[in-house]
């Protein structure tokens, strides 16, 4: 665990893997820690977003570092959807995603991983995942616990447009496009569903925590 001060009101918390981001972040918020406005997951770091009149950073950066770590990994290395509860984020409810599985690198995906391409569609859809964190752009969640046959490198040459509402694979994750950018992730399908929009509450459908199904539809 390395700890480093970020900007003048947080603390970046660099781990190892992504189970032990999610098992402080589960332990982090069982405790009531004055100053801690936000708690911000990544794939191998944690943001402590404070408030810089109410926390001590120094004082802070000690307590996270007597939190046990030792076993995250067994926990849920394979799915992290199944951890235990002391080591995954709060269940923030299910969302069922329809999908037309008719992606660019459906095929491609079915070579890489020795299935069909209709095996993958039904690994894709047989499995519940769950966000367990965002990034790249607004509203894109980063999905893990999936069938752990379907993990793919991206693709060798990212593609200058994705459209909105590309559903794709890279390495354990899964994920949606919610707007139109670049991207290299295999392309299995497409869904409808808005995934990021300003004039909704929240705007993100795809947050930390939330249970996702993917359901195919033609």
């Known amino acids: ?8 009101a947080g603390l ?3 781990l190892d893997e992504l189970e032990q981001v999610l098992a402080l972040h589960a332990a982090l918020s069982e405790r009531s820690l004055p100053g801690v406005l936000d708690l911000i997951p990544a794939a191998r770091t944690l943001l402590v977003s404070l408030d810089p009149e109410r926390a001590d950073r120094r004082a802070l950066a000690e307590e996270i570092r007597r939190v046990p770590l030792t076993g995250a990994r ?9 951890q235990p509860a002391g080591g995954e ?22 070579e890489l991983t020795g299935l069909s391409p209709r ?21 894109f969640g980063y999905l893990v616990g999936g069938d752990p046959r379907l993990e793919v490198p991206r693709r060798a040459e990212s ?3 994705v459209p909105a509402g590309s559903v794709g694979l ?12 670049p991207g290299g992730w295999q392309l299995i399908g497409r869904t ?23 359901e195919e539809v033609s």
Do not use: K, N, Q
């Open 1 to 8: 665990m390395r700890i480093l001060p970020c900007a003048d």
């Open 12 to 14: 970046l918390v660099e």
């Open 74 to 82: 067994s926990a849920g290395t394979g799915s992290v959807g199944d």
């Open 89 to 110: 984020l709060a269940d923030r409810g299910l969302l069922t995603v329809p999908v037309i599985y008719d992606g660019a690198d459906l095929d491609a995906v079915a």
């Open 119 to 139: 095996e993958v569609v039904d690994a894709h859809t047989g499995t519940e995942w769950r966000v367990a964190f965002g990034g790249f752009a607004p509203g």
């Open 159 to 161: 593609r200058t447009g």
């Open 170 to 181: 890279a390495g354990r994750f899964s994920g949606v496009y919610p707007r139109t950018s």
């Open 192 to 214: 409808e569903l808005e995934m990021w929009r300003t004039d909704r509450e929240p705007p993100a459908l795809l947050r930390p925590g939330v249970r996702v199904r993917f």
